[in-house]
């Protein structure tokens, strides 16, 4: 679905037309990225995010955590 692949195309993942929208492949690094409030992946998502070492704070962290905290690790 579409829709929660903005993230993944700006990381140079994905079709060839979203990808190389912008000019540069890819736009941002992954490892300049962090997912927060994060609510339903399924299994595949959850594999490539921990294939491409993303960190993610979803909301059962943020619950736990708190937001502050979230956001110093952030």
């Known amino acids: ?3 929660g692949m903005p993230v993944a195309c700006l990381c140079g993942f994905g079709p060839k037309e979203l990808i190389e929208i912008g000019g540069h492949v890819p736009a ?4 300049w990225v962090r997912q927060i409030g994060i609510r339903s992946v399924d299994e595949g998502e959850r594999r490539f995010v921990h294939e491409q070492d993303l ?3 979803d909301m059962r962290f943020i619950d736990e955590m708190g937001m502050r905290h979230t956001m110093e690790l952030a």
Do not use: G, Q
Request: proline content about 10%; charged content about 20%.
């Open 28 to 31: 941002i690094s992954p490892k």
């Open 1 to 3: 679905n579409i829709h």
């Open 55 to 57: 960190e993610v704070f």
